[in-house]
């Protein structure tokens, strides 16, 4: 048994392909499968269905691969902690980030992060929060950025900044003649949502009591889960919808007219960092870290006098 035959089955067991996995492993598919067979044989067990379609792995293979994936981690911490304690900042760092920060907040860190960091290869997925905690669950990324707090208990949280909602309203809706907006103003049968699976939409409707029954009543059920689709029904002239800050902040002069900030406590969500509590490249995360705050601004470091909106884990999907 060797890592490298760990690695292919962990990655068959991720892809459901063993095409997609020689793919990852950057080897060919007869390759790959042989030293599966292989592996396979000395163990005396058959770890993958290959008859279905997406490939299954068997009751056995999920044990054994659950136990491959530790033994990989495990390998793993040998060179990052060399690494760590000698202060080298280089290898792979793969970060998970929800749809509605990655547009917003990846332009401002990015170049910067890898101009700094010429020796790190750095790989972003756009993903649920229920796939980020999945994917932290099975080592395929690094960390995750996305609305805190979780409160799972096998991960390791730090809040980074809390950024405001605000209001963005059509002209033709009356609460554009008002220059700031509470909650109470608002008439939930105008509010535009994102589609469910959303931790965003998830916030809005803990913040909105009566949302939920309005969702349940209304004619029309429009299923999007791009904040800027909501925004160009808006500007179409049709109801309101509520956005995170940064979102609005390459808006015209035409579209920052129809922002309405919320009176305090303003509603606002928590932004954070999230491991599995093995992770050991704590010196590349805490260069992350420190490019977001960099470019973060300074109200929104502060957490005091503001509302935190709740999510429901169990919601998104």
């Known amino acids: 048994m060797t890592i490298t035959q760990l690695e292919y089955i962990v990655a068959v067991d991720t892809y459901k392909s063993f095409g997609h996995a020689a793919d990852k492993c950057f080897i060919t598919q007869p390759t790959l499968s042989m030293q599966i ?8 067990v058959i770890l993958f269905d290959r008859q279905k379609k997406p ?15 530790e033994v990989l981690k495990e390998h793993s911490k ?61 080592g395929i990324i ?10 799972e208990a096998h991960l390791i949280e730090t809040p980074m900044y809390w950024e405001p909602l605000v209001a963005f309203v059509s002209k033709k809706h009356s609460l554009y003649k008002q220059n700031t907006v509470m909650m109470e103003d608002i008439d939930i049968s105008d509010v535009w949502l994102l589609n469910e699976g959303h931790c965003f939409r998830n916030q809005i409707i803990n913040l909105c009591h009566d949302l939920q029954k309005h969702i349940a009543d209304t004619r029309l059920n429009y299923q999007t889960g791009s904040i800027e689709t909501l925004k160009k029904i808006v500007e179409a002239g049709k109801g309101i919808t509520l956005l995170p800050e940064l979102s609005i902040s390459d808006f015209s002069v035409k579209q920052t007219n129809m922002v309405r900030y919320f009176r305090n406590p ?27 705050l960099n470019i973060i601004p ?19 999907e």
């Open 37 to 44: 067979q292989k592996l396979e044989e000395q163990l005396d």
């Open 55 to 69: 490939i299954e792995t068997t009751e056995i293979g999920i044990s054994v691969i659950a136990q491959a994936r």
């Open 78 to 138: 040998i060179t990052e902690i060399i690494k760590d304690q000698k202060g080298i900042l280089s290898g792979n760092f793969h970060i998970g980030i929800i749809p509605t920060i990655a547009p917003y907040l990846v332009p401002l860190f990015l170049l910067n992060f890898i101009e700094k960091y010429p020796e790190v290869t750095i790989t972003i997925s756009e993903l649920t929060t229920a796939q980020i905690l999945e994917q932290l669950k099975n």
């Open 142 to 151: 690094d960390c995750g950025i996305l609305a805190t707090p979780t409160r």
């Open 266 to 292: 303003e509603p606002v969500r928590e932004v954070g960092l999230i491991v599995s509590k093995s992770f050991i490249k704590k010196r590349m995360l805490e260069a992350l870290k420190n490019e977001i």
């Open 298 to 316: 300074k109200k929104m470091k502060d957490s005091s006098k503001k509302l935190i909106l709740d999510i429901d884990i169990k919601k998104t």
